[in-house]
T-cell receptor, first 111, second 116 residues
Framework: ETGVTQSPTHLIKTRGQQVTLRCSSQ?????VSWYQQALGQGPQFIFQ???????GRGNFPPRFSGLQFPNYSSELNVNALELDDSALYLC??????????FGPGTRLTVT | DAKTTQPNSMESNEEEPVHLPCNHS???????IHWYRQLPSQGPEYVIH???SNVNNRMASLAIAEDRKSSTLILHRATLRDAAVYYC?????????????????FGQGTILTVHP
């Protein structure tokens, strides 16, 4: 059984740019959740996708958006990057209402 | 958001049991108690979850108080590989336009140090 994978591992962007992060779900999972984890903090829920629709969102502005594809893989897009967006971005896949399985994360640095 | 309270840090010796406490006094009837842990430089890892009854799996045991306002994660024999941040989370059921989803709200967690 293949676990959750994320790409890229690390990324450096400049303030104002846009970024796309990718996540491949674990086999058999139809739900993907995205989290932002600042250094020394617990992960913060961004949003969740189920069957290609966003069905839940945390306290993040609209410049954070996402997609889920028919094979349940997912993208997180962040527009107009700010310095405070520097963080570890985690995706987690699950069956709906099931326990979540996390990927290793993408470390984003905004300069 | 549903809130849990955990000690900032705990220490244990290798091969000894570890009891990680969590308070969740505002828990509601449909909230599941979930535990995840995060090893250095990795994403969080699911450990165990429960609703009312105590639960056991290959990784740990979860003891839930009768009033559900507290719980304890038990690692029966700590190893050096168990050194991690342990998060106690209430999984809240959120109804969102026809579908429901389980929302996890992570706190600061407990940093567990295991001494050889």
């Amino acid at each position: 059984e293949t676990g959750v994978t994320q790409s890229p591992t690390h990324l450096i962007k400049t303030r104002g740019q846009q970024v796309t992060l990718r996540c491949s779900s674990q086999s058999g999972h139809n739900t993907v959740s995205w989290y932002q984890q600042a250094l020394g903090q617990g992960p913060q829920f961004i949003f969740q996708y189920y069957r290609e629709e966003e069905n839940g969102r945390g306290n993040f502005p609209p410049r954070f958006s996402g997609l889920q594809f028919p094979n349940y893989s997912s993208e997180l897009n962040v527009n107009a990057l700010e310095l405070d967006d520097s963080a570890l971005y985690l995706c987690a896949s699950s069956r709906i209402l099931g326990e979540q399985y996390f990927g290793p994360g993408t470390r984003l640095t905004v300069t | 958001d549903a809130k849990t309270t955990q000690p900032n840090s705990m220490e244990s010796n290798e091969e000894e049991p570890v009891h990680l406490p969590c308070n969740h006094s505002t828990i509601s009837g449909t909230d599941y108690i979930h535990w995840y842990r995060q090893l250095p430089s990795q994403g969080p890892e699911y450990v165990i979850h429960g609703l009312t009854s105590n639960v056991n799996n290959r990784m740990a045991s979860l003891a839930i108080a009768e009033d559900r306002k507290s719980s304890t994660l038990i690692l029966h024999r700590a190893t050096l590989r168990d050194a991690a941040v342990y998060y106690c989370i209430l999984r809240v059921l959120v109804n969102a336009g026809g579908t429901s989803y389980g929302k996890l709200t992570f706190g600061q967690g407990t940093i567990l140090t295991v001494h050889p």
